[in-house]
């Protein structure tokens, strides 16, 4: 909002006064709202008959752990089943001391005191992006250093990728790509990045008020006492389990981050009830093709399914359809006309494959590629279905139309 009064309200025919920024009171605000969150979990939890134990656990035995309560007491729990969901935690970058402060990863990020005049972000994946985006509209010059040559991480469309990228740089990001991070000082005021082409190079060196690290994240298992039942992890770390969730103890089964597939809380949700199907009726199931990534920039990006690069490389033949938001009415209208739709369906079927957006409202509007994807769909079912003008959800359609046949409006 900050941003687009500062840039974009004047268009609209809104002239506003001095604007200042009040970080103090944004951040007061986000944590009000992280606060109504977490209450309102705690208030499930008691709906639900669901006992609430603060503390940090370890694996006693195979059906037992201890506690260690956040009041300073202990507490054995027993349990014929257990599910061990602790999530991950920022990677640390080799040489760079993380204090939150100067050099920080995603939870220092949301919760800096100033808005730093420079920041580099050492990763261009999703975390890297959301909060370098964030940063760069409240003002600061913003510089993202990224090993690969686009931004969004792997599972991001190529197409996709260098549209975002174009947008965020006209928004004033910068962009370092094929480049790799050699060290960090943060002896000084500012830290110091040296860094160099990945294929090698000169060195060059950048400076910061900020450093973010978001090169990735790790499953968080620190602790748990993994050695004590003889639990196995891989070597990224993560807890190795079966199609069922299980470990080599069939009643401990595992879920989210600290497991294979992608890091996302929607992923997790889906497992936990899976895993509580296993135990409960034997069977259970999710479908991680049909898993949405979003990245909450400004604009969104979303996708779910397949990517051209996984295509070309499963040796797959398809077809591809995109539409501009700049054709669509409710997008123009809004002056909100950055970005594309883009359809993948299998070349001789029509099933959609994959469905990949860019634009304001993308995280809304991939659910319907969701269930698309999930329900097998054709990009000719989405083509002919009906969808309201004027909405943005037209622009769905058109991409699906330019997929089967041709779009109408562009």
Known sequence: MYHQILHDTKKRGIEVGDVKLNLKQMMAAKNTSVDGLTKGVEFLFKKNNVEYVKGTAAFSGEHEVKVNLIDGDQRTLRGKNIIIATGSEATPFPGLKIDEKKVVTSTGAIALEEVPKKMVVIGGGIIGLEMGSVWSRLGADVTVVEYLGQIGGPGMDAEISKSSQKILQKQGM?????????????????????????????????????????????????????????????????????????????????????????????????????????????????????????????????????????????????????????????????????????????????????????????????????????????????????????????????????????????
């Open 174 to 410: 910068k962009f370092k790509l094929n480049t790799k991070v050699l060290s960090g000082d943060t002896s000084g005021e500012n830290v110091k990045i040296e860094v160099e082409a990945a294929k090698g190079g000169k060195a060059e060196t950048l400076e910061a008020d900020v450093v973010l690290v978001a090169i990735g994240r790790r499953a968080y298992t620190a602790g748990l006492g993994l050695e004590n039942i003889g639990l196995e992890t891989d070597n990224k770390g993560r807890l190795v389990i079966d199609q069922e969730y299980r470990t080599k103890h069939p009643h401990i089964r595992v879920i989210g981050d600290c497991t294979f597939g992608p890091m996302l809380a929607h992923k997790a949700e889906e497992e936990a009830v899976a895993a509580i199907e296993y135990i409960t009726k034997g069977y259970g199931h999710v479908n991680y093709n049909a898993i949405p990534s979003v990245m909450y920039t400004h604009p969104e990006v979303a996708w779910v399914g397949q990517n051209e690069a996984e295509l070309k490389e499963a040796g797959v033949k398809y077809k591809t359809g995109t539409f501009p938001f700049s054709a669509n009415s409710r997008a123009k209208t809004n002056l909100e006309t950055d970005g594309m739709v883009k359809f993948i369906a299998d070349a001789e079927t029509d099933r959609i494959l994959g469905v990949h957006i860019v634009g304001t409202s993308a995280g809304e509007l991939i659910a319907e590629g969701v269930l698309a994807v999930e329900y097998g769909a054709s990009s000719e079912d989405v083509a002919r279905t009906s969808h309201a003008h004027p909405t943005l959800s037209e622009a769905f359609k058109e991409a699906a139309m330019a997929t089967y046949s041709k779009a109408i409006h562009f």
